[in-house]
């Protein structure tokens, strides 16, 4: 019982157990963070609105987002993927959601800001939908932990809308 | 001559009830383990309950050696999620994160298109020919919860195949040899 295998096998079994269980309690103390985080979006421009040559509208606008995701941050944060999307109903979809632009904030240093942005992803619809067509701007943000469980949620903006004829 | 006394000597001391014994606690540690991976597909709803990452796409958020936890539910799939989906003819899994979403008004079902963190443009290059979107039956499941480093382990055994025999001869040679 006093083998050198024996030693060498109790010793990591015990590691890698002590190490499992401060994995799983360094994700439960997640939960007891207390976060606001708050978001203002507003579109400054919309710099295009035509329909595509294979007939699907698309626009191009330019956005103000001011954010502050400080509170999101916890010690066992490894970073927090952020991510705008303009959500809207369409007749045949009862459900749209294009992501416009997204960023991912490595440090709660840079978690306050605001920018100005044109979309990173086009916004293309699968139809010709949007002309007036009310939209929400949701802001949703993504922590990732050094480890353990992932929590996602968002702040929805609505009364935004497009205008009525092409540009 | 006198060796081959001793050799059949000690083949006659290896006792038939002890070498049972021995292939019986294998058998039961290979079995249970079996258990709780069929348990855990049952649990998560998921076909493959853990993956590991593969490729740097998800960085800095996921490295390459760190393993996913998966769950699949009937929620619809919404922008922002990270999933894991496998693309008609391909036997590897990707995990992305869902940018776009369009689901239809009556029968649920959905497009989705997915991005790599870490990449520059969407995965429309990794869909298969002519394939503009996902749907609900190519994905596997959501990314939930992550482990960082542990894959590395599987990493090395399926891109050097020898460390895994080796591994496996240590193991049964350990078997073979321990006297309890």
Redesign the interface.
């Given at each position: 019982m006093h083998s050198f295998g024996y030693r060498a096998n109790a010793l990591l079994t015990f590691a890698v157990t002590a190490l499992a269980f401060v994995c799983a309690i360094s994700s439960f103390s997640d939960k007891f963070s207390n976060q606001n985080p708050s978001v203002e979006i507003q579109i400054l421009n919309i710099n295009r609105f035509k329909k595509q040559s294979h007939g699907n509208d698309e626009v191009s606008l330019t956005l103000d987002i001011n954010a502050d995701l400080q509170s999101l941050f916890t010690w066992n944060t490894k970073q927090v993927f952020v991510f705008v999307a303009a959500e809207y109903e369409t007749p045949k979809n009862s459900l749209n959601q294009v992501s416009l632009w997204d960023a991912i904030i490595p440090a709660k240093e840079h978690a306050k800001f605001r920018i100005q942005v044109s979309n990173k992803y086009r916004f293309i619809d699968q139809g010709q939908n949007l002309r007036g067509k009310e939209f929400n701007l949701t802001l949703h943000w993504h922590v990732m932990p050094k480890t353990g469980k992932m929590f996602a949620d968002k702040i929805v903006t609505s009364g935004y809308s497009l205008p009525d004829a092409y540009r | 001559m006198g060796w081959i006394g001793e050799t059949v000597d000690s083949i006659k001391s290896i006792q038939i009830r002890q070498l049972f014994t021995q292939a019986i606690s294998l058998g039961m540690i290979v079995t249970s383990a079996l258990i709780i991976w069929k348990a855990l597909m049952c649990v998560t709803g998921s076909e493959s309950p853990v993956v590991v990452v593969l490729s740097g796409s998800m960085e800095?958020?996921?490295k390459r050696g760190d393993i996913l936890f998966l769950h699949m539910s009937k929620d619809?799939i919404?922008?922002?999620?990270?999933v894991v989906f496998n693309v008609d003819g391909r036997d590897i899994p990707i995990v992305h994160?869902v940018?776009?979403?369009?689901?239809?008004?009556n029968t649920g079902d959905v497009?989705v298109l997915t991005k790599g963190?870490n990449n520059y443009g969407?995965d429309r290059l990794l869909y298969a020919e002519g394939q503009l979107w996902l749907h609900r039956h190519h994905i596997m499941g959501r990314?939930?919860?992550?482990?960082?480093y542990v894959g590395w382990v599987t990493i090395i055994m399926t891109e050097k195949p020898i460390i895994k025999y080796i591994l496996i001869g240590a193991l049964g040679l350990?078997v073979i040899t321990s006297k309890d």
């Open positions: - | 800095p958020g996921f619809p919404r922008a922002g999620e990270i994160r940018i776009k979403v369009h689901e239809r008004e497009d963190d969407d990314a939930v919860g992550f482990l960082p350990l």
